[in-house]
């Protein structure tokens, strides 16, 4: 029988560098305040950010997933918001507050624009699944090979909407011979 070895929890802990939040264009260049900073992630906590910490996922990738992520949430995908407390006694409060904010309506025109730029329902399911709902990659496909299609596909999914969303960083394709100055005419 083979023995199984101590699961270290500090495993899925990697140190990455970002952009500082505390960042002040007024004290640039000062020793105090950095443009980026290191800092030390979950990569278990979605399949997003343990594509992006082993390198599958360029930053123009992520950006798009976030804004995906944030889009999500904000129609309403993270649950209910507030809960009612029936014990107070009820109060006749003026109008009605409006269902659907402006924000939402806003959230859901970009989801659309996002649904009908990857042009097929699975591809949309899939980036809702991981970067709106959560799901890891294990739980979309079965086998090593199942999760590696998933991977490659929301790699596809999240180019074209960092096309979308003008998050794209263009990147020169190797297989196009570049001209040198003495080659044109």
């Known amino acids: 029988m083979k023995k199984r070895k101590p699961r270290d929890p500090h495993r899925s802990l990697r140190g990455v560098v970002v952009d500082n939040p505390f960042y002040s264009c007024a004290h ?6 950095p443009k980026q900073i290191s800092a030390v992630i979950n990569t278990r ?3 997003v950010i343990m594509l992006y910490s082993r390198g599958r996922l360029d930053p123009a990738q992520l950006a798009a997933a ?20 029936y014990g107070k006694e009820p109060v006749d409060g ?9 924000r939402q309506l806003m959230a859901a025109d970009e989801l659309r624009r ?4 990857l042009r097929d329902p699975d591809r949309y399911q899939l980036v809702c699944r991981i ?11 079965r086998s090593r090979r199942g999760k590696l299609a998933a991977a490659n596909e929301l790699r596809s999914c999240l180019d074209d909407l960092a096309d979308l969303w003008g998050l794209a960083t263009r990147r020169p394709n190797p297989h196009i011979r570049r001209a040198n100055k003495e080659e044109v005419i």
């Open 66 to 85: 976030n804004k995906f992520g944030a889009l999500w949430e904000t129609m309403g995908g993270k649950g209910a918001g507030a809960t009612i407390d």
């Open 28 to 33: 640039s260049g000062t020793a105090g305040n």
């Open 131 to 141: 970067c709106g709902e959560g799901y890891a990659l294990h739980e979309l496909g």
């Open 45 to 47: 906590q979605s399949a």
């Open 94 to 102: 003026g109008r009605r507050s409006d269902p659907i904010t402006e």
């Open 114 to 117: 996002a649904r009908r730029r």
